[in-house]
């Protein structure tokens, strides 16, 4: 009995780890990066085609998470890192890391002005929609691996 439960304490103290050292890796880190900026995008569009009504904190909240990751996205993908945990960075970010920080730089630009001028109804939003999903495209057309 006592054998069982130090095979499944060690077990899982072994699993714990495993996901502790996970959760630092730089793959990791943008993949939750995205997953934020997916939410965010999530929030914006489903506004924008009615499937909820106008919410400004929604809105506010979900242009600030565009803006923070914006800045702080490319930091994230240090020399070494080009591959493992399922990545769908490209190789060119490495090789153009100056414009793939430019880029990531502009969603910021772009969701921070959005934050400015504060759509007011869905109509503003699905223009805000479009101006800041245009961002993303442009990353994702050139420093994504298409699975």
Not at 12 to 27: K, S
Not at 45 to 68: H, R, S, V
Not at 76 to 88: I, L, N, Q, R, V
Request: hydrophobic share 50%.
């Amino acid at each position: 009995m006592k054998v069982k439960f130090l095979v499944a304490a060690a077990t899982a103290l072994c699993l714990g780890v495993t996901a502790a050292i996970a959760a630092g890796e730089p793959q990791v880190v943008r993949q939750e990066e995205m997953k934020k900026v997916g939410g965010a995008m999530g929030a914006i569009g489903a506004i924008a085609k009615g499937e909820k009504p106008y919410d400004a904190a929604a809105i506010q909240a979900a242009l600030t998470t565009l803006a923070e990751v914006g800045k702080t996205f490319p930091d994230h993908f240090p020399a070494g890192s080009e591959t493992g945990m399922e990545s769908e960075a490209a190789p060119a970010i490495w090789a153009n890391m100056d414009d793939f920080k430019a880029k990531s730089a502009k969603l910021a630009e772009v969701a921070e002005a959005q934050l400015a001028a504060m759509p007011a109804d869905q109509a503003a939003v699905g223009e805000t929609m479009k101006a800041v999903g245009a961002t993303c495209g442009d990353c994702h057309q050139t420093y994504r691996l298409k699975k």
